[in-house]
């Protein structure tokens, strides 16, 4: 049923209310008026008493003065207290003795007075003060306020009275001109005062402290007694309001009550006509028998009109047995709270046919004079098809939201000449707020967007929204309530335009993109990393070949007895530097996982337990260092020099990162991952068992922006000079090169970790130990070197022939197999390089195999053979050095292979 009301009751009610609101309003202003007036009342009272006191208290100064004046001053005996008046000694006779030999001394009316008010001032709490621009007594000097009171008795002024504050207490200051006299002429006639001048001023400080306390305890008390009779009088309006306004609403809700049965009957009568409604009249009895029912009843249901009222079926027959409870609960429930009228929830009924209808049902409550329910009077319609259009509008949206969810997608529907904005909880949910978090509208999603995306995406969007572009999208990031950044592929359109073709209506999705994102990010840099690899690789092994030289050549040098001694210093400092070039092209070749490794079965936890104790000279005292192991077997196949190296660089890196100290943890435990995490450097979910190893400092932390390019090549923060660059990277590529993984977690002023996943060695064997490298001398043997570049392959023959080995050279592969062939009887070993332009080392390798099995090969090079070196030691060949190699390396796998044991 359509509701109406009575159009005058709403400014009836509204003026009444402005009425009493005018009311209220005016007696405030009165009671608040009243309260100004007594306040200032109560000011003006205890001004008046403070004036009048402190007159009185200065006339009864002025009195003590007077007398002593006419007397000429009082002689009192001397004592401490009571001194002879140093500035009265002009006066004749100021001090004099008695007959009995008492010492007396003449106290003039100022010195009385002053005695008085500083001996019993506390007596009646007034400060009396006498002053004067001509001083006597310099301590009697005015202070500002008195100065001011002084010069003004000059003008001529006869008395100045002000309230004040004296060292922030308030005070009520009075001064009067003191007037020479003749009696004054005895004490003051040497500085010039006639009768009649001005000579000083005679004032009283009154403390107020007192009397604005009492007047405060009177204001509280009018306040009081104001506020409640204004209290009272806004209960009485309230009251009085109320009682007529609900006098007014009754009125007119019988006017309204009145309307709306007119509205009603004219209603019923309109659909009735018009065939879309049944009307019902039940009785109130079990299973709502029909009294009456409209004509029209069997077009919905398929009963006649006299199949109802003759009873031959009752209405709760044709309700659905799933329904009829819920209809009889709702009955009940509007009886109980006495409503008159009420609208049942859609309900279905069985047709004749057996076909189900939906119905609305209004039903109105007739009572008879007794005030009990006789009948219930109410129309049926028939909802059948707006059901089933809900139903397919119900089932859409479902599989809409369904389609939604799993493509985890977020909507958003704007509304574009209001602003407002309806984002599902999806939108919210993908940058981690609740939906009540975000306000609806644009502007949420405008502070969100990355500043720097924001100008590229508000030019898309307009461009759409002008009409230049069939969809908008963008890929843009926003800001998640964490903090972080998140990547979004944003897609609208505008579904809505007016007449001029402005938009009214957009509507688009949200798709978190953000892993895609870091994936293709991981991909370039992964791109980048892999070719400045190969590059360093190139460059490594050309530098390996140019420190092979130098080094060879130093060595030489400080072992031969030709060498003068002050030039061993020099020789050390060449091999020092060369070293030093060395371990960089290492760390090169360690990152671009091209090393020379040494695999053997190694014990993690011993091995990090010993790398410790070496960090000792590296890491200072206000550096804690706590290692924790878990239980557990910590066997990995691994280069231990290389993980010496990994453990060195993430020690060193913490330690640069906490120049004021800190403690820096290293842990080591067994994980099983399942691919929550990624590797930072090949972007790969890490799963499986694996061996941890966590490094974490309390240092400085890294920040979002530098993270990613921390493992890059020659990346640093630090100063020129501190560090080159190339740890970390060493680290990934290390790590990468024994198959495993790398994660940093890092927060900025609280610290980093570095974690490090190592595969556990399948098969548990016992390590070889290596052997001690120490210098071996040949027997004269004879070894043929063959090297492309000419420096190295001179220093190698000069360490070979300081060892003691006879030596045949060659350039070349095709230069090798001709000496070899030719001298092949007197050859006892073939050293070769790897890498040679006409002929490499491996098909020099099958060309002297092929000519003799039994031939001993080694091969140099600077970076990995690979599956090569695999195959060529599987083929026969004996051993491969990395260079540079030490003169002590080279000596022991030359002594070796010649002596029948293999170096691998």
């Known amino acids: 049923m359509n509701s109406q009301t009575n159009p005058t009751a709403e400014p009836i009610l509204t003026t009444v209310t402005r009425y009493i609101w005018m009311l209220a309003v005016a007696w405030t202003i009165i009671i608040a008026g009243l309260l100004a007036w007594n ?50 000694s002009h006066v004749p006779e100021r001090d004099i003795e008695t007959p009995s030999g008492q010492q007396l001394t003449l106290m003039n009316p100022a010195y ?24 006597l007594r310099p301590e009697n000097a005015p202070d500002d306020w008195e100065r001011v009171a002084l010069l003004a008795f000059e003008q001529g002024e006869r008395e100045v009275l002000e309230f004040t504050e004296i060292d922030g207490e308030p005070y009520l200051r009075l001064m009067q001109p003191m007037i020479t006299q003749e009696g004054c002429l005895k004490c003051h006639g040497h500085q010039g005062y006639k009768v009649g001048d001005v ?8 403390p107020m402290a007192s009397l604005l306390a009492s007047e405060r305890q009177t204001n509280i008390a009018n306040s009081l007694t104001l506020g409640s009779l204004w209290l009272l009088g806004m209960v009485a309006l309230v009251i009085g309001g109320r009682s007529f ?20 009957l004219q209603q019923e009568r309109d659909m009735y006509i018009s065939g879309s409604v049944v009307v019902f009249k039940w009785r109130n009895r079990e299973n709502w028998p029909v009294e009456y029912v409209s004509a029209n009843v069997k077009e919905m249901l398929g009963y006649t009109a006299m199949e109802f009222v003759q009873e031959t079926i009752l209405f709760a027959d044709i309700v659905h047995p799933e329904d009829i409870m819920r209809v009889a609960d709702e009955v009940e429930a509007h009886n109980q709270n006495h409503v008159e009228q009420f609208e049942h929830q859609p309900y279905r009924v069985i047709r004749q046919d057996g076909e189900v209808v939906w119905v609305l049902d209004h039903t109105t409550v007739i009572r008879d004079d007794m005030d009990r329910i006789t009948h219930y009077l109410g129309y049926l319609v028939d909802i059948t098809e707006l059901k089933k259009s809900e139903e397919v509008v119900r089932i859409s949206e479902e599989r809409l939201g369904l389609t939604l969810k799993s493509a985890e ?14 984002f599902n909880e999806r939108w919210a949910q993908m940058l981690g707020y609740t939906l009540d978090e975000i306000a609806p509208d644009v502007s949420s999603w405008e502070v969100l967007v990355h ?15 002008e009409g230049h572009t069939p969809i908008y999208q963008t890929e843009h990031r926003l800001r998640a309530k964490s903090g972080e950044w998140k990547w979004v592929l944003d897609t609208g359109k505008v579904l809505e335009r007016d007449k001029q073709g402005q938009p009214i209506r957009a509507i688009g999705v949200h798709q978190d993109i953000t892993e895609r994102k870091q994936m293709e990010l991981q991909l370039v840099r992964q791109e980048r990393l892999a070719a400045v690899g190969q590059l360093s690789a190139g460059i490594a092994h050309d530098f390996n070949n140019i420190l092979t030289s130098i080094l060879g050549f130093v060595q030489v040098l400080q072992l031969s007895p030709d060498t003068p001694t002050s030039m061993q210093s020099r020789l050390q400092k060449i091999n020092d530097s060369g070293q030093r070039a060395a371990h960089l092209v290492r760390q090169i070749l360690d990152f671009s996982q091209k090393t020379v490794r040494q695999l053997q079965q190694v014990d993690l936890s011993s091995l990090v337990e010993k790398s410790i104790q070496f960090l000792d000279p590296i890491i200072p005292e206000n550096i804690q260092i706590n290692y924790h192991v878990q239980p557990g077997d910590y066997l990995i196949n691994a280069d231990p020099s290389q993980l010496q190296q990994v453990i060195t660089n993430l020690a060193v890196n913490a330690r640069d990162a906490m120049p004021a100290g800190g403690e820096l943890q290293i842990a080591l435990s067994r994980a099983e991952s399942m691919g929550k995490f990624y590797c930072v450097m090949c972007a790969q979910p890490i799963k499986g068992e694996w061996i941890q190893l966590r490094v974490t400092d309390t240092g400085s932390g890294i920040a979002p922006d530098i993270l990613p390019q921390i493992f890059e090549p020659f990346f640093s923060t630090k100063e020129v000079g501190k560090g080159s660059g190339l740890g970390l990277s060493q680290v990934s590529g290390i790590v990468g090169q024994h198959q495993g993984h790398t994660r940093v977690e890092s927060q900025v002023g609280q610290g980093t970790t570095f974690i490090i996943y190592w595969p556990p060695a399948q098969v548990e064997q016992e390590a070889a130990e290596p052997e001690p490298v120490q210098l071996r001398q040949g027997a004269g043997e004879t070894i043929l070197v063959v090297e492309d570049e000419t420096a190295v392959l001179e220093a190698i023959t000069a360490i070979l022939e300081y060892l003691g080995y006879q030596v045949l050279t060659a350039a070349t592969g095709v230069e090798a197999i001709t000496i070899f062939e030719a001298s092949q009887s007197q050859i006892d070993l073939v050293l070769s390089d ?11 390798f099958q060309h002297i195999k092929a000519t003799n099995p039994d031939v001993k090969m080694i091969m140099m090079s600077g970076y990995p053979l690979g599956d090569r070196g695999a195959r060529l030691l599987e083929q026969g060949l004996v051993a491969w050095l990395q260079k540079p190699m030490s003169l002590e390396r080279l000596s022991q796998a030359v002594s070796q292979v010649l002596s029948g044991n293999r170096s691998h």
């Open 39 to 88: 306040l200032w009342q109560n000011r003006q009272i205890t001004q008046q008493i403070a004036v009048a006191e402190a007159r009185a208290n200065f006339n009864k100064d002025q009195a003590f003065r007077f007398w002593a004046t006419t007397h000429g001053g009082v002689y009192v005996p001397v004592d401490e207290q009571t001194p002879p008046n140093p500035y009265l």
């Open 112 to 135: 009385m007075v002053r005695q008085m008010n500083e001996r019993f001032g506390e007596l009646y709490g007034v400060v009396g003060h006498i002053t004067s621009l001509q001083l």
């Open 199 to 206: 000579r000083g001023g005679v004032g009283v400080a009154l």
């Open 245 to 264: 306004n609900r006098r007014i609403v009754e009125r007119n809700q019988a006017v309204t009550n009145l309307q709306q049965a007119h509205h009603l």
């Open 409 to 422: 997608l977020g909507t958003w529907d704007w509304n574009i000449p209001t602003g407002e904005v309806v």
């Open 451 to 465: 500043p720097d995306d924001l100008p590229e995406v508000t030019a898309v969007l307009n461009d759409h929204l």
């Open 834 to 844: 790897m890498v040679m332009p006409d002929m490499d080392g491996e098909a020099l």
